[in-house]
């Protein structure tokens, strides 16, 4: 025991007279960064620059370099805290939200999320309308957050008692209230043509070939799409990434016909695939370079892959994305560069995710690779 304290002592002794270079010669990247960040005004500057994962054993088996952004290291854990800064802040400049006042908003996701992390640092109340098919723990969240929600019943878009319908009635009808409308408010856009499109060419030095990832409201695609074009001369490729249910894979197939097709099926992601074409994307889906249809299948099985092999607890929806920049990378080739977006993480989905029972429900439990069945720790 003594000669073990007696090491220990001797090891103390020798990086005390350490100099602060030495020291810091260990972590290289680290202090690069944090010089580089320095302090941020409070929860809203922590919001971006978040960093760009290489995926090892894709890029591997690829022979591609497959990168994946970290949005789930966001403050309010996914990319939606980016266009829920946006759009308030585009309030705020319009002088339509005034110190005070309130924010209303109909979804079911992360966007509420974000929301109400911001709106606490900016001193503003949150007003919250989804279906009232969610989950109570969905529930409990936001409100936790400090958001009023009114859970209301699930009927289609064009029923004037839809969720959205009844949030932007509400802002109307309140004083100093606004309506974020985050679907056709080009503020979403706006968020990753500034943000999230610059920090992915700083990142890779501009040596990226291709980015692809879904759409919810399709701020992320259309963003990030034209900065990349707009900064390469159109040199990378941007592809839409459409899971089941959605009609815009189908609508990209048929050359953008003036009517949409019909909307079929259902997904497991969630907070992503549209049956139309929101104002984020309207003026840019024409720059895109084409769309790729990924079964629920897929992206369940990356789901597992993603936490074996790389270590990343992923939500549904990111691994979709994955899926896609591996069959982009497929389609270009061995040595190019793909991104993609990692969304948010599995946290809010895992009673689901890693449910035994509701993989099965869902016809999923086999699509789980049988190396990897050891993850499905919940009945």
């Not at 960064?33 to 922590?46: E, F, I, M, P, Y």
Request: glycine share 10%.
């Amino acid at each position: 025991m003594f000669r073990h304290g007696a090491r220990r002592f001797a090891t103390t002794t020798y990086r005390a007279v350490e100099t602060s270079a030495q020291i810091e010669a260990r972590n290289p990247y680290g202090i690069k960064v944090s010089k580089a960040q320095g302090t941020v005004d409070g929860l809203v500057g922590a919001i971006g620059n978040t960093p760009l994962l290489k995926l090892n054993k894709l890029s591997e088996e690829t022979g591609c370099t497959v990168l994946g952004k970290a949005e789930f290291m966001n403050p309010g854990g996914s990319v939606k805290d980016r266009a829920a800064l946006y759009v308030v802040r585009d309030a705020e400049e319009r002088g339509a939200l005034r110190p005070g006042g309130t924010v209303v908003e109909g979804t079911a996701g992360n966007t509420g999320i974000g929301l109400a992390h911001v709106c606490r640092a900016r001193g503003y109340e949150l007003v919250i309308y989804m279906p009232d098919t969610q989950s109570q723990g969905k529930i409990d969240l936001l409100r936790l957050l400090g958001a009023t929600v009114h859970p209301v019943p699930a009927v289609p878009y064009d029923d004037p008692q839809n969720y959205n319908h009844q949030a932007k009635r509400h802002a109307e009808n309140t004083e100093n209230a606004v309506w974020m409308d985050q679907f056709d408010n080009v503020a979403n856009r706006r968020a990753h043509l500034e943000t999230t499109g610059p920090e992915i060419w700083a990142q890779t030095g501009g040596k990226i070939d291709a980015f692809t990832c879904a759409t919810g409201t399709a701020g992320t695609l259309a963003g990030v799409t034209r900065y990349l074009k707009t900064v390469s001369s159109e040199r990378v490729k941007c592809f839409l990434a459409d899971p089941p249910g959605s009609v815009l894979h189908d609508f990209m197939e048929a050359g953008q016909p003036e009517a949409m097709p019909p909307r079929q099926g259902s997904s497991i992601t969630e907070g992503i695939g549209q049956g139309r074409v929101t104002a984020n994307v309207a003026p840019d889906i024409g720059l895109l370079d084409g769309s790729l249809h990924i079964p629920d299948s897929e992206s369940i099985a990356m789901v597992y892959r993603c936490l074996d092999e790389e270590g990343l607890y992923l939500g549904a929806s990111s691994c979709l994305n994955v899926v896609a920049a591996r069959d982009v990378a497929r389609k270009l080739g061995p040595g190019k560069t793909v991104v993609t977006i990692l969304c948010d993480g599995a946290h809010r989905y895992a009673d689901r995710l890693f449910s035994k029972k509701w993989l099965q429900s869902k016809g999923l439990y086999k699509a789980v690779p049988e190396r990897l069945r050891r993850y499905i720790v919940l009945s």
